[in-house]
């Protein structure tokens, strides 16, 4: 394992759940509390998700049950499972749109529902899977509405409005295509526009959702450098789904492995991403190589797997 | 130095009055250049024969726009001062018919425009939520059964749409509401109201009874006054105010349920206020002008199609185009035909029909917005 939960005495101070055991998909037990790396030091969360239990309303079955999950501080942690995991479910109440059953989430060390969805706006932007093609907005209008949480009914644009978008613009390269209109626009250049939404936004924490899944390899790249970029210059948090398990291991600096909506793993990439892993999640044989650095390179579905 | 701030700040300013475009203006200049033309042949022509210099010097006689005294008699039911006979065929017989179309076209296209983004499909319209059938029925029982309550009837009529549109969003609710269950709720409980109202016609024993419901289903502007323009002006004035001030709101719902939830927009919230809103604005129309057809559908199209969707401008766009078209059209439901008035919902639906029918043919994809 990569991870250690050992319990806090601040969270004991805070009242906060202690003695919970966790079930991880490696019979890995450990109590909550904080989090640290393999060096011993301690790793702020920005995001927890404590004992969650998710299912959607149409349906019983209990698609996600994570005793805890932590999103660093400051750090890009990539979200990794194959489909149906119950990965973007979990995202789903990371960023309260889907009520837990169960158990609760914290940013900052505050619960989701303490905030109101306005406040919540303004310390988190999501980013989701699917985005309805709106056709006749141009790119630059998308961006402005990313202002909506900082602005009250009937203000008008302000000045710190307009200086957010122009940032955000900038650091999503899309300065060029301002003017178009979405719909005339290829599917990584909307991303990226709706990547700049969620930029001027002006969170701490951004999650987003197979942001890269169906863009071009060089589009991909954009994305990833956006947030990259992001989580360098301002030191935002960054929780991301992707869906591919080598450019996850590239690019995150935390990886968490969910498996039937399970945490199955977390911690670094060169400690989560394992031979093994890859059998036991994805169900795929594969080589990993960590010299001269990670890389993944898969050979084969394995016939017996369950997935 | 100073230079790059001022063009900084010039730029500013353009961002912030980005959205009013010369378009927009030349738009909305022409919407009411439509409407004072329409306007002044509709006052022109009548059974007291007047000559067009002698009408419009009516219309444009001081010695009633400036007086106090005739607009408190126009506005507050008060007597009405000595006028010349000209002066009063105008003022207090045919304006006030161009005043409750204007009024009733402007208040149906924003109607219309505000049931399109909160249902996020372009074949939405005031009546596609229950309130026309509701308040068809409503009128017709009113007619039929309660006829004490005639003098009531626009207040009925609002009831009756409003009741129909609380029933359709109790349907559509589970945990939530979506465009697809509320316009399928719609669709239903437009269809048991319609049952209802036909059964209600075979209760009507009275030719004039029967032809007046028919009057307020397909929507006329028949004899309307300044006391119709006393029922709708006030809430029509709060529903288009709030209308355009939620212009914002509406382009934020457009971005999707998810998006704007994740923008910290309370979606059902802000989905039902700005439909009761939309109700509102209908109610007024229907009110006074009974149940215009095809108009709350077609005027945002139009719009749309000329301006964009961008809901700032498109609503100012529905403000203009609404009243121009209504009054158009509504020229041509009393002045086509000679010696007889048609309903001017006939008229709307008769032109609005074949032009919707060529937006389909012309576009791919119609419905989602």
Redesign the interface.
Known sequence: MAHQYHSATEEQERGQEQGQKHGNGDGHETEAGQITDSNGVTVESALVGDGLELSY?TSEETIVDCARLDIPEAAVTALVGPNGSGKSTLLKSL?N?LDPDAGTVRIHGEDLDSFS??????EL????QE??S????TV???VY??R??HRG??D??S?ED?RAVERAIELAGIEHICDTELGQLSGGQKQLAWIAM?LA?DTDVLLLDEPTTFLDIHHQFRVLETIRQLNEQKGVTVAVILHDISQAARFADYLVAIRDGELYDWGPPEEVVTEQLLADVFGVEATVEYEPELQVLPKQALPNSRL | MAEAQSIDEHAAVREREGWVTGRLVLFCLASAIITVVAGLIQVSFGEYSMTFVETWEAVFNPAVIFSLDAWSAFLFGTELPNMTTGSVVVWDLRLPRVFVGIIAGATLAVSGAIFQAVTRNELASPFILGVSSGAGFAVLATLVVFSGLSHLLPLVAALGGTVAFVVVYVIAWKGGTSPVRLVLAGVIVNMVFQSLQQGLFFFADDLGVVQTAIAWLTGSLTGTGWGEVRIAIVPAIVAIGIALAGSRQLNVLMLGETTARSLGMQVERVRFFLSAVAILAASVAIAVAGIVSFFGLVVPHIVRNTLGGDYRRLMVGCLFAGPALMVTADVGARLALSGTQIPVGIVTGLIGGPYFLYLMRKQHSMGEL
Do not use: C, M
């Not at chain 1, 932007?125 to 989701?128: E, I, M, N, P, Y």
């Not at chain 1, 709106?134 to 907005?137: K, V």
């Open positions: 309303p960023s749109h969805q306005k406040e919540l706006a303004r932007s999501v980013l989701s985005n309805d709106l056709g006749s907005i630059e209008d998308l509405h990313g909506y949480p009914f009937f008008s644009v000045e307009h969620v936004q």
